[in-house]
Every structure is written in structure tokens, then in C-alpha cells.
């Protein structure tokens, strides 16, 4: 499995950005595409994630209610739509993907995409 990731840039507080993450090479079954995000001097930290095949999502608390995760099954294609952003969101962004569970743990995660630096100024 390869994941790619797009999107991401500078935006200031209260915009918005979408990240994309398509998968390619042999996917199979049900997975779980997930976003983490990594700032400067911190953890890697879980953001969202989605099970591919009924759509049911989860996220981190501080991110409900302004980030969407979606996928679209053609495409294989995953989607992180940010809105009212803050600069306490800003971190290189990752997406991930594995075959058990909705996961919140990075260690969880055996495939990775590069990072999307998403920066969001005051």
C-alpha cells in the first residue's frame, strides 16, 4: 500500500484547506484511513479517521465540529476538510491506514503517507 498526500499551505486563523490522501497499490477489504499531525518539539498526534467501507468516522476533540473526514470509494481517496482554523493547528500532517481498527495510536498505523505542512497564521 502507498499513500500520497496533497494539499496543505499557509492560511490564516479562520480559513480553511482540504488535504487529500489517495491510496494506491493492493488495498483490500475494509481499512481504516486516519490523520494524524505532527508540530514542532511534539507527538505525533491522531486528528481523524474513517472506516472505508461504512463511512463511520472519529475524531479528536479539539477538531470536532471544524475538521471533516470523507473518502471517496472510486477514487480511493481520502479527504480532510479544515475549516475555521487556528494556529494551534498548524503541524506537518500525515495520513495513515490500517487494516484492524478505528485506531487513535500512530504505532497503530504500519502505512504512511509523506507530510502536508499546513500553517495557519494569527
Known amino acids: 500500500v502507498q499513500l500520497q498526500a496533497f494539499g496543505g499551505g499557509l492560511v490564516q486563523a479562520g480559513g480553511s484547506l482540504r488535504l487529500s490522501c489517495e491510496a494506491s497499490?493492493?488495498?483490500?477489504?475494509?481499512?481504516?484511513m486516519g490523520w494524524f499531525r505532527q508540530a514542532p518539539g511534539k507527538e505525533r498526534e491522531f486528528v481523524a479517521a474513517?472506516?472505508?467501507?461504512?463511512?463511520?468516522?472519529n475524531y479528536r476533540a479539539s477538531v470536532k465540529g471544524r475538521f471533516t473526514i470523507s473518502r471517496d470509494n472510486t477514487k480511493k481517496t481520502a479527504y480532510l476538510q479544515m475549516n475555521s482554523l487556528k494556529p494551534e493547528d498548524t503541524a506537518v500532517y500525515y495520513c495513515a491506514l490500517n487494516y484492524l481498527k478505528m485506531a487513535t495510536g500512530a504505532n497503530e498505523y504500519p502505512y504512511w503517507g509523506q507530510g502536508s505542512q499546513v500553517t495557519v497564521s494569527s
Open positions: 497499490g493492493r488495498t483490500f477489504g475494509n481499512y481504516v
Open positions: 474513517i472506516w472505508w467501507n461504512d463511512g463511520s468516522t
